[in-house]
C-alpha cells in the first residue's frame, strides 16, 4: 500500500530510475503502467486524512525552523475546504469570446470607479508611478480588476486554502512552497494570521498576489516598515507598481492597441496559439514582434483606420479568439501583463480599463 501511494507521486523519469519499469521497452508503455498503477492506487489505498497530511506539513515546517507560537496559531486552525477543492476543479474553460468577456470585466460601473479612484489618489499615484516607472493608470486598472478596488479580495484564510490544494494533491508541490512562502511573510510581521485572507486558490489582498509574488514583489510604500497589501493603500499601489517595474515594464509606451487587418492577412504572423510555457510563449512573441512601420505597410491600421503611430516600436500580432476574432498589437508592456497573469482576455481588460481611465 504504501508503496503504491508513493508511486503516486513519483514522476516518469524517477519511476524509470527505481528499475521497476524496466522491462517496458517504449515510453508509452511505461506511461500506460503508471496510470494502471495510479487507478489501482486510487481504488486500493485510502488518502491520508487530512490531519496525517497538514501533521507532515507541520513536521516539515519545524524542520525548518519557523517559530513554534507562529506554527502553533497556524496548525491549530488549519481546515479542509471542500468548495476550496471543487472551485479548483470547476474552473471553467473558456467559453466566452472577448466581446462577451470585456463587457462583464470592464463594465461602465467599473469604469466610473476607477476614474474617481484616479482623481482621488492623483498625488500618491504620481510619486510612486514617478518612483517605479509606470502609469498610475495601469496601478488603479490592476486594483480594480483584481479585487474591484479592494472590496473583494476574498475570505479565506490563506494558509488553509493553500494546504487544502496542497493536499488535493494535483498540484501539490506548488502549493505547498505557497503554503512554506505564507508562513515566511507570517514570520516577518507583515499581516496577523487572523487577516490574512484571500482567494480560494490563494490570492491575497487587494493586488490578489500569490504568497511567492508577495514575496517576489511586494513594496511597503508608506515606510511604516511593514508590507500590507490588505489595508494599506499606498502598499497596495507601491506593490502593483513594483511589480511591473520588476517585469521590464516601459512608462514610455502603453500596453498595445486594437487594430484591423486587411482583407486576407496571412494570420501566420500572429504568436499561434497554444498553451506554453513562458518562455516558449516568448519565443513565439519574438516569431511575430515587428516593427510598427512592418505592421503598417502590410496593411494593418488602427481601428478608426488610420496609419499606426509613428515610432520605433516593436510589436506582436495577438488574436484572443482566433483568426476570426478581435486583432491587437502588443507592445513590449503586454509580456509585462502576461507575467501577471497569462491571459489574453485578462490582459486586454487591463489595457482597456487603463485607457478608459484617460479617456476623453
Ligand atoms: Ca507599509
Known sequence: MKLKLALKHLGLPALLATGLFTSYSSVAAVSQAVQDTNAAAAEQVTKPSFEDYTAALRQEAEQKGYDNALLNQVFSSLTFHERVVKADQSQPESVETLSTYLPKRVSTIRITMARGFYQQYLPELEKIGEKYGVQPRFIIALWGLESSFGRFMGTYSIPSALATLAYDGRRETFFRQEFFNALDILAEGHISFADMKGSWAGAMGQSQFMPSSFLAYAQDGDGDGKKDIWTNQLDVFASIA??????NWDNSITWGREVVLPEGFDTAMAIQPGSLARAAWLGRWNDSARSLTKWNELGVRRLNGTALPARDLQA???????????????YDNYKSLMHWNRSYYFV????YLADLIIAE
Open 316 to 330: 506582436a500580432l495577438i488574436l484572443p479568439d482566433g483568426k476570426d476574432g478581435r486583432a491587437f498589437l502588443g
Open 348 to 351: 486586454t481588460s487591463v489595457g
Open 242 to 247: 513594483n511589480y511591473l517595474k520588476q517585469q
